[in-house]
């Protein structure tokens, strides 16, 4: 009664009971889940991140620890501040019976709702019954609120987000954003599993028809039609795993923050602070093994990586908070709602296609999500009376040997977490957009197939006017190599991934050679182990990347010379024992003799005692301004290279020779050659441009002219800029390429055409040709503009093949 009448005596005030904290926490979590999907969408750069991984997950981690410690550092002011008004038992903002009733309507609230009242129940903590002034001893008994088990707990609990926080980019560099969101979403059902196995929680059949039909929701939401998703076993292999940690690692921390009535900021303190701890760590090792690594506070160029940081740290808080006052199970809920709220955006913001099947799927997931919140189970009043009180409860995980054991677990636990983490952001698990074949054609987005190969442009003289123009081909190629006398410092010797300052362009296979060698001598966690191959060009040619998906990246490409006038193709590609072979060639003259210097490397190279296959005697020529080496072959190359340029062999000689003697020392079938001849290249080394349907018409070619041809050029780098505005954008399937090969017969072909084309067929189908005469072997004659196609005034006789041409412009 009076405890009653006190109640009464106090003016309502607006009280946020369980049920609404935790749909607040759940909010909170989705928008900033929307925010860091974005964020971690728009901050990478060629699908990587120019700042530390681990260095940005330790920030995170430590400003985590200074935001809630400054949380304590505020109850312990308000304390203080409020020592000399009086003390009371009673809830600061009073609650009425049927508030209290009505804000303990689920099982998955109450035991957040009991914790407040045992504490209100029991006697005061010692931080509430000391009467003293100093911060320091407020903050110190806050912090041992937390027992000593579950501070252990914690400490496993931040190795687990270690390895969560961190592989998450990885995750990001394997696969698509939607395929991580997607295989995420599974948390849920293996979340709810170890809850029930673990903890005894009780889930409703509707609440597990909740978390089915939304898991089908999700996938709905991914599944296109036209295109599907494909990427290596191991990729799914890290998906997946993460998966199965952060359930263990969620129900775990729901676990530890219920096990007692300590402060919910000082459990997050103890928790970030080991967090940072070993994430440090973690960064320091990378840096040990991966010299390259950058630096704790490189890289945060743009607004993009510190947002990262910014919300990974609300993004704690706010994970903390449903843990705190819902479970595990509704956090996947409030995941799965970003996730279908990042679907909608995506096509807005980064202009990807949206399925068909995104919105139905998107309903579906927020209609599910709403089932499961509004489905809570009734209050367990057995359970509640057999429930331990907090003195008596076992401690978690009490199987794991106390207290010397107990430290050395977690010392193991530790460095093997290390170890992971840092093999898993150092080891080189290839590409997505490697070039294989497979990948290139079956993924879901389109790709460029040279990701991985080096694009070494070539300029004779140092035009640096033409950069610009060059850096059009970036976003197609792992990196570019900008190869000119001068173009750095480091005299004409230097050379690096990315320049070489070469000027011998006689000789051009030997700075290609060292190139390589450089490439070759860089540390297996380097990102040049990331290339597989290398195409070199003269700044003049073109190349069409998204033209050459289906060549074969395993094989030396060359190019050979074409010209429309039959000029300006340079060397024909041909390997002769005899100069009569060809003749008509400058290095073939007899005052020229290019070719001995290739018959001295060639004697010097039989004397050399190697596995290669080839005649002494016989030596090539051939256009060498366009070709491509994969990274198996340089070993190779970079030996021949330096037999030839001992004897300064001509390079329009000395690679067609060189990749003459590959081809047949280095063949994986005895039949079937592993040279790839690029015989749709445009012109050759002197031809000085072909006019804009030679540019269209041709994936590659040699020249562009930049001083004559101004419209030509442009239009190559303007399809350049529209290719690149493609890449990592949903693919778009032919309905064609939708029905499979084997239902390609002429029957369900034949049903498939609309009526109109089925008449078309019908009309045509059976008139029969003309017949034509065998001795004359031609077609008959059309009279001249039959069709109309001709330009008014136009001369047949400027067109006529043989005869009397007719003294009449008219047909």
């Keep these: 009664m009076m405890i009653s009448h006190v109640r009464s005596s106090f003016p309502k005030f607006p009280v946020i009971g369980a049920n609404s904290a935790a749909y607040l926490s759940a909010l909170g979590l989705i928008v900033i889940q929307v925010g860091i999907g974005i964020i971690l969408k728009s901050s990478q750069t060629n699908g990587d991140y120019a700042f530390s991984v681990s260095g940005s997950v330790t920030i995170s981690e430590f400003f985590k620890c200074v935001l809630s410690a400054s949380f304590i550092l505020r109850e312990c002011f308000a304390k203080i501040s409020n020592r000399g008004r009086g003390q009371s038992l009673l809830p600061s903002s009073p609650i009425s019976e049927e508030e209290e009733e009505n804000s303990m309507g689920s099982k998955e609230f109450h035991d957040v709702e009991d914790e407040k009242i045992a504490e209100i129940m029991n006697p005061l903590s010692p931080f509430d019954q000391y009467q003293g002034s100093s911060v320091k001893q407020l903050f110190i008994l806050r912090t041992n609120e937390v027992s000593v088990e579950n501070r252990f707990g914690f400490a496993k609990l931040a190795l ?83 998966v199965a940690v952060s359930a263990v690692a ?67 808080i706010a994970i903390t908070a449903v843990y705190k006052y819902a479970n595990a199970v509704v956090k996947c809920l409030a995941s799965a709602v970003a996730t279908g709220i990042l679907l909608y955006l995506s096509p807005i913001l980064f202009g990807t296609a949206m399925s068909p099947l995104t919105i139905p799927g998107g309903l579906i997931v927020f209609i599910s999500s709403w089932l499961y919140m509004d489905s809570p189970p009734p209050k367990d009043h057995t359970h509640e009376e057999l429930k331990e009180s907090p003195s008596e409860k076992k401690p978690l995980l009490a199987f794991i040997p106390r207290p010397t054991w107990r430290i050395i677990v977690l010392s193991i636990a530790t460095i093997s977490t290390i170890v992971i983490t840092s093999v898993m952001e150092v080891a080189n698990f290839g590409n997505p957009n490697d070039n294989m074949v497979d990948l290139v054609n079956n993924s879901g987005v389109v790709k460029s197939p040279f990701a991985s190969t080096l694009a070494v442009i070539r300029f004779n003289s140092l035009r640096k006017e033409r950069f610009p123009l060059i850096e059009k081909y970036r976003p197609f190629f792992h990196d570019l190599h900008y190869s000119a006398p001068e173009i750095v410092e480091g005299g004409p010797d230097f050379v690096n991934t990315t320049h070489d300052t070469w000027e011998n362009q006689l000789v051009m296979y030997l700075p290609m050679a060292r190139l390589m060698q450089h490439i070759l001598d860089q540390p297996a966690n380097s990102p040049d182990a990331n290339i597989k191959g290398v195409i070199y060009f003269h700044f003049d040619a073109w190349i069409d990347p998204m033209d050459f998906a289906d060549e074969d990246y395993t094989k030396i490409w060359s190019a050979r010379s074409f010209s429309n006038d039959g000029f300006g193709g340079g060397p024909t590609t041909k390997c002769m024992t005899d100069r009569s072979r060809f003749p008509e060639w400058d290095g073939m003259h007899a005052d020229k003799n290019w070719h001995y210097s290739v018959l001295q490397a060639l004697d010097f190279l039989r004397k050399s005692d190697t596995d290669y296959m080839f005649n002494e005697k016989e030596w090539c020529t051939g256009w060498s301004d366009i070709y491509y080496i994969p990274r198996v072959l340089w070993p190779d190359y970079i030996y021949l290279a330096s037999f030839f340029g001992a004897f300064s062999a001509f390079h329009e000689m000395a690679i067609p020779t060189m990749f003459h003697i590959l081809d047949q020392s280095r063949r994986h079938k005895p039949y079937s050659s592993i040279m790839n001849w690029l015989g749709d290249c445009y012109g050759g080394c002197c031809n000085r441009g072909g006019d804009l349907s030679d540019l269209i018409q041709h994936r590659c070619g040699h020249a562009l002219n930049y001083l004559g041809h101004k419209a030509i050029y442009e239009t190559h780098y303007r399809r350049l800029d529209e290719m690149a505005t493609t890449l990592g954008k949903p693919k778009v399937t032919p309905a064609w390429k939708k029905v499979p090969d084997q239902q390609r017969d002429w029957t369900t072909y034949f049903k498939s055409l609309p009526q109109q084309a089925v008449e078309a067929y019908k009309s045509l189908s059976n008139v029969q040709p003309t017949n034509a005469y065998q001795a004359l072997n031609m077609p008959q004659s059309i009279p001249w503009n039959a069709t109309g196609i001709e330009a008014d005034g136009a001369n047949p006789a400027l067109y006529w093949l043989a005869g009397n041409p007719p003294n009449t412009t008219q047909g």
């Design 160 to 242: 687990l987000y270690a390895l969560i926080n961190n592989t998450i980019f990885v995750a990001y560099k394997l696969a698509d954003p939607g395929t991580i969101a997607l295989t995420r979403a599974g948390v849920i059902f293996i979340t709810a599993v170890v809850m029930v196995v673990t903890l005894g929680t009780k889930i409703l059949k509707i609440q597990w028809l909740a978390i089915v039909i939304q898991l089908c929701g999700l996938m709905t939401t991914q599944y296109r039609p036209d295109t599907g998703i494909t990427y290596p076993l191991f990729t799914y292999l890290v998906l997946f795993t993460q």
């Design 250 to 316: 969620g129900v775990y921390n729901q676990a530890l923050l219920k096990a007692d009535n300590a402060s919910l900021h000082a459990q997050n303190a103890l928790l970030y602070a080991a967090g940072s701890i070993v994430n440090i760590l973690i960064h320091f090792t990378i840096r040990i093994i991966k010299p390259s690594e950058p630096s704790f506070f490189e890289g945060y160029t743009t607004w993009g990586s510190f947002f990262v940081v910014i919300s990974n740290v609300f993004m704690g």
